[in-house]
């Protein structure tokens, strides 16, 4: 399969599962909303509340999926890949705004208790919502497995929080119908408020780190440097620098050749160890500054302060 055969396929991918990501957080905002309506069950309103919140960060991810696969153009050239950080970004902050509104409203009921009603409608609800999650979770693993896409990811590491706060609200839901536990219910609703913001502070910490430029990690640049020094006639390398914008690595190196070779051999060497890099990150975009073997010069690699792993 070709570069742009490649490319074209994780795009579709990528939309498929923004696209079941709407429909799945639309249908659950729906019947849980419906359904804490009739129960009067703060952890099935917070759980509503949350989907809510699933709706527009959805919405956000597949705006920022296929804005983020536009081809590379006069202005942005560099393409548009760091709109799926920013759609990451966005989702942590409607994570904190759900997670504080829960937070809010189980404090209040300390003080103000709610009676609750209908168990078993509440109980059938958060049933049907799991099978919902289950089937999206496993629909945007495979998407992951396939593609690397920070936005899906992060839609995916909210749906699997969903999941765990779904068990929860369940479990509360039966507590108060069976045992009349009706703390049950505030308990449930504070600790998956405090679930959510932990896992919304994780999502906004990576998007922050690629939209600031951060570096690839110590495992993926090793990765690099041995393909590059195991190509004959590299003696070194400095001011090796990296980012990631979207699905698309950039990378940036300065080779180091015998100084009697010609420009013309230092660019065929130069080649064999950008395919070598393509062969493992296709989505690789490499650049490469061919210098004579122990020339005196300023480098980046002089520039840098504190410790780099390689």
């Given at each position: 399969m070709t570069l742009s055969n490649n490319f074209r396929n994780a795009h579709r991918l990528k939309n498929i599962a923004a696209c079941a990501s709407v429909c799945t957080a639309f249908v659950l905002t729906l019947i849980k909303g419906a359904a804490a309506f009739m129960t009067g069950s703060l952890s099935m309103l917070s759980s509503m509340a949350d989907s809510l919140a699933d709706v527009i960060s959805s919405v956000i991810t597949l705006i920022a999926v296929t804005y983020a696969d536009k081809p590379l153009t006069c202005d942005h050239r560099y393409g548009y890949g760091k709109a799926e950080a920013l759609s990451a970004l966005l989702q942590a902050a409607f994570i904190s705004g759900s997670a504080c509104f829960i937070l809010y409203d189980a404090t209040y009921r300390l003080y103000h208790p709610v009676e609750l009603e209908y168990m078993s409608l509440g109980i059938w609800t958060m049933l049907c919502s799991l099978m919902l999650t289950v089937a999206l979770i496993i629909l945007q693993k495979y998407v992951i497995r396939r593609i690397n896409?920070?936005?899906i990811e992060a839609d995916n590491k909210h749906y699997v929080i969903d999941l765990v706060a779904n068990v929860a609200v369940l479990l509360s839901l039966?507590?108060?119908k069976y045992r009349q536990w009706q703390w049950a219910d505030m308990a449930t609703a504070a600790m998956v408020s405090i679930y959510l913001l932990l896992t919304a502070q994780k999502i906004a910490k990576r998007a922050l780190e690629e939209i600031t430029d951060k570096e690839i990690d110590a495992a993926t640049k090793s990765t690099i440097l041995q393909a590059v020094m195991?190509?004959?006639?590299?003696?070194?390398?400095?001011?090796?620098?990296?980012?990631?914008?979207?699905?698309?690595?950039f990378i940036e190196i300065h080779l180091e050749f015998d100084g009697n070779l010609s420009l013309y051999d230092t660019h065929r060497l130069s080649e064999k160890a950008e395919n070598k890099i393509a062969a493992i990150y296709p989505q690789a975009q490499v650049l490469i500054h061919q210098d004579p073997y122990g020339i005196l010069e300023k480098r980046l690699d002089n520039d840098i302060i504190g410790p780099c792993e390689l």
């Open positions: 896409s920070q936005a039966m507590a108060v195991s190509t004959d006639g590299i003696m070194g390398y400095h001011d090796f620098r990296s980012r990631i914008s979207g699905n698309r690595l």
